[in-house]
């Protein structure tokens, strides 16, 4: 195994691989197309790329579907459609699939030579005799070459006998390592076809198996695992060995996990299932589309991903640090709109002065002019957020934003205090702001033109969708579900929203960012547009 440069935990860039001939280094990303990517999966084809392109080498993405229980093409379209939107493009697509006559071809080998056997000890039996303190050999290890093919012919034909039987590479029972305890090599599986080899096979590798020969097989230099794998890679080398291939040079890197978070496509499909979302896709799903339709960028991910690099902790991470460096990247850029609450919403108007009813050309975002502008409409005739106008006392100044200073002159509360009937402000033509609160306003005068009226919103913001930090595995799932996890506020906003598109991110002043996940459609103009918050790393 390679030795790893130290890397410190966060800001370096700093990772490299040994034995690197540069233009010759081959990586490869094996997802097993049984679910859609999520947040670790990216990891580590981003770093997979991230060496393949450092090195100007190649990136193969191999799909692992060895086990077809488990595994759809609509996934397998999926995961190819993820990659892409994370800006990965494999410079060669494969599938272990593939290589199944080449595998079996393998496995024979083993067996000609010594190296595997075919045992119909039962699971539990197997399990208990490695997992005893000194590992006890099972009663098919020393059978004869010849028994030892018959049966796995009668595996391959999936006889009654030979479904009760699995290939074990015999390797040592008493290791202390139990990764080296005669592993399980192929197994029967005849519940379904195989969506891309059909009926052919009865048997198929394991994934320990069938990984560092089509490593080797298809050239790869460096495989990245896991470090939880790391027990195992004995056995990866051992595999090589034995049939006289190639060595592949092992980079091991931390597993991803967040707090509050599953990264499990099991207990991920059980949420899809339950319909406890709505979907892949959900905004609460740690999966690349789903965080993606949450605001994430795909540069904040990019970066934060190298900037773990070689980090050997395997930490339950906090969403905080990966979204505060989202917010970065989006605020430079994110337009600015005005949206209020529609609860109570409180009129006001404008007393004393003449205020023309206009309709002015400001700008999207004070800092950044390349943003552009939009269309705020001024009148007489206003609202404001009933959290605001609550706090409003007659007498004070207060700052109307983009505008400038107002006195409070009459507030009118309803007779039982529920919400205000009216508000009456005079313009205020002192030019100091400081101290004043901050408010921020709509126009409400009807002017019968789409530019100066505004549009119904509805904000979504989630919360985890599990109540512990940390599931362990003896934790079900189920007694861990958050009961409310998604929450709606109507609002209405300015009408420059209208030609907001759907994954567009803009700040809603005071609010904080939001990406459109509906957009406007000016043939159900009353439908509401859909904004999520997206989140900013500030402690809630
Ligand atoms: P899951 O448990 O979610 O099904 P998996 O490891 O079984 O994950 P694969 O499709 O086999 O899913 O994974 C493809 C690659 O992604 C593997 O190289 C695996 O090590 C890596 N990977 C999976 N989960 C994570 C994670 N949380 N952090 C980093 N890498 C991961
Ligand atoms: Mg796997
Ligand atoms: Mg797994």
Not at 49 to 54: E, I, M, R, S
Not at 198 to 217: E, Q, R, T
Not at 503 to 518: A, H, V, W
Request: neutral net charge; hydrophobic residues 35%.
């Amino acid at each position: 195994t390679d030795k790893q440069p130290k890397g410190k935990d966060q800001g370096s860039f700093e990772i490299g691989l040994k034995d690197v001939v540069h233009g010759q280094v081959v990586t490869r990303f094996p997802p097993e197309p049984s679910g859609y990517l999520h947040i670790g999966h990216a990891k580590a084809a981003l770093l997979n790329d991230y060496f393949a392109k450092t090195y100007e080498g190649k990136l193969i993405v191999r799909f692992d579907d060895t086990n077809p229980s488990k595994e759809k093409v609509e996934f397998e379209e999926s995961i190819k459609e993820d990659l892409l939107l994370l800006g990965i493009k494999a410079d060669q697509i494969t599938y272990t699939s593939d290589s199944f006559d080449k595998l079996y071809e393998y496995a024979l080998q083993m067996i000609k030579e010594g190296n595997a056997y075919v045992d119909d000890t039962d699971v539990d039996t197997m399990r208990a005799e490695r997992m005893q303190q000194d590992g006890i050999e099972s009663k098919s290890r020393n059978l004869s070459i010849e028994e030892n093919l018959k049966r796995f012919e009668e595996m391959k034909n999936g006889t009654e006998f030979g479904l009760k039987c699995c290939l074990r590479a015999k390797i040592d029972m008493k290791n202390k390592n139990k990764c080296l305890r005669d592993p399980v090599l192929y197994r029967c599986n005849i519940a379904v076809p195989h969506h891309r080899t059909g009926n052919k096979w009865k048997i198929y590798p394991i994934y320990d198996f069938a990984c560092p020969i089509v490593d080797s097989l298809e050239g790869v230099t460096h495989a990245l695992r896991t470090n939880e794998y790391r027990d195992r890679n004995p056995q990866y080398e051992w595999i090589l060995n034995a049939l006289k291939l190639r060595q592949v040079h092992i980079w091991d890197f931390s597993r991803l996990n967040f707090v509050y978070t599953l990264l499990s496509k099991r207990k991920l499909t059980w949420f899809v299932d339950e319909g406890l979302v709505t979907g892949w896709d959900d905004p609460r799903f740690p999966t690349v589309r789903g965080i993606r339709r949450r605001g994430m960028t795909i540069d904040a991910l990019r970066q934060y991903i190298l900037m773990q690099g070689a980090s050997q902790k395997n930490l339950e991470l906090e969403w905080d640090k990966i979204w505060a460096l989202n917010k970065k990247i989006i605020d430079p850029v994110a337009p600015r709109h005005t949206a209020l609450d529609s609860d109570k919403i409180t009129p006001v108007k404008i007393v004393g002065d003449e205020v023309k009813t206009e309709i002015k050309e400001m700008p999207k975002h004070k800092k950044n002019p390349d943003v552009g502008n939009k269309l705020t409409t001024f009148s007489s005739e206003l609202y404001l957020a009933f959290e605001d106008a609550k706090t409003l006392e007659v007498g004070e100044k207060v700052t109307f934003m983009d505008w400038g200073n107002f006195n409070v002159e009459k507030i009118q509360w309803a007779a039982d205090k529920s919400h205000i009937v009216l508000i009456e402000v005079k313009i205020n033509p002192d030019l100091d702001y400081k101290g004043t609160k901050k408010i921020t306003w709509l126009s409400r005068a009807e002017t019968g033109k789409d530019e100066s009226t505004p549009v119904k919103v509805t904000l979504f913001d989630y919360d985890y969708l599990i109540t512990k930090k940390k599931l362990e595995e003896t934790d079900d799932v189920k007694n861990f579900v958050t009961p409310v996890t998604e929450f709606k506020t109507d609002a209405i906003c300015d009408a420059n929203l209208r030609s907001v598109k759907k994954g567009d991110i803009i700040q809603l002043e005071r609010k904080g960012y939001y990406i459109c996940d509906k957009q406007f459609d000016a043939s159900k103009p009353t439908e509401p547009i859909h904004l999520i918050f997206i989140p900013d790393g500030k402690a809630v």
